[in-house]
């Protein structure tokens, strides 16, 4: 891509009312913009990143068995009265009317529709096991919307909801998401741990939370080095051995729960088993905050320079930096062919062809957190050579074009 085509809107300051660093790095580096309380439009830049995530993620999910599907964001009221959940689910609930003034909500969740989907198409157990995920947006009314997309009211998130005949079928399912988050957060590139959890509001019998370690992380965890015991702190309070039990920060990605019978009692989700009895469908759910991910990652890869992405969900993987680009035919013509070697290779490449000073293009390559900046000028051509730096590191280096992508590599 060349930043001549494409839309690059770096900004030098971030606005007061952005407290964490990655809600600022993300505005100052163009990835959103605030369209009000917890409302964020994702910007080309941004939105590359979301994209890479859901690569990684129905990448890992497909392979798992899991099937995708897209369930309406509008909910109407009646599920969720048949779930008890429309008045338990509290205040964070958007609840509209049509003009025939029916009831029904932005959903924030869909174990009441995927539900209703399953009775209505799952009847026996020669039907059974079945994973179905979506990536979509939610919504909650969150009482004070803050740090950007961390805590805002619209979020993007893939959520999965298994079904079962009996208990050892979900367990066997839960133990593969929990592997498969795994690999999706390994994958990713991010420093995580996989903690037991409170259900919640969401309801079941056992769940674990995924969290990207950061000291900026909202929640606190506990763990212990000498067993491979890690708990959310509300969980590990009543552990005999609470006190050499060490803690640490974290900011929840991913969070996987055994549903068992709540949702199929409530709403009469049934199959016929073996012996031609019917039963309840057991049930499993698995989230992910997809949108969450990109400023986790960012709380956990920055520095004063700016963004530090892995190089799995970075927007661009390269950049090309070419000093007097519009000036020197030199400069333009090496600049090209590596633009497109590098092309061939599958390497999602920028080339800034904008003609800006190189400090700018350098200050805004790392605001960016693009991994990989070649730098092409007339000097380094006349050296048979580029100027190679990888994002973080302190010093560039000049290395030898044929070297140059098994640096990238």
Known sequence: MRASRFYISTLKEAPAEAE?????????????????????SWMPMGLKILKKIESIIRLEMNKAGAIELLMPA??????????????????????INDRHDRLFCFGPTHEEVITDIVRKEINSYKQLPVNFYQIQTKFRDEIRPRYGVMRAREFLMK??????????????????????????????GLNFRAVQADNGAIGGDGSHEFHVLADSGEDEL???????????????????????????????????FQLGTKYSDAMKAEFIDESGKSKPLLMGCYGIG?????????EQGHDEKGIIFPNSIAPFEVILTPINYDKSEEVKKMTDSIYSELLGLGLDVLLDDRGLRPGVMFSEAELLGIPHRVTISDKTIEANKVEYKKRGAEESELIDLTLLKNHIK
């Open 74 to 95: 509008i909910q109407p009221s009646e599920l969720w009265e048949e779930s008890e959940r429309w008045d338990a689910f509290g205040p964070q609930m958007l609840k």
């Open 20 to 40: 964490l660093i990655s809600h600022k790095l993300m505005i100052r580096a163009g990835l959103i913009r605030r369209l009000g309380s917890g409302l964020y």
């Open 159 to 188: 959520d999965s909801y298994s079904f079962h005949s009996d208990n050892d079928c979900l367990k066997s399912t839960y133990e593969k998401m929990y592997k498969t988050y795994s690999k999706i957060f390994e994958a990713i």
């Open 222 to 256: 506990v763990y212990s080095d000498e067993t491979d015991f890690a708990a959310n702190s509300e969980v590990a309070k009543n552990h005999p051995d609470i006190d050499k039990l060490k803690t640490c920060r974290g900011i929840e990605v991913g969070h996987i």
């Open 290 to 298: 997809v949108s969450r991910i990109v400023a986790a990652a960012i």
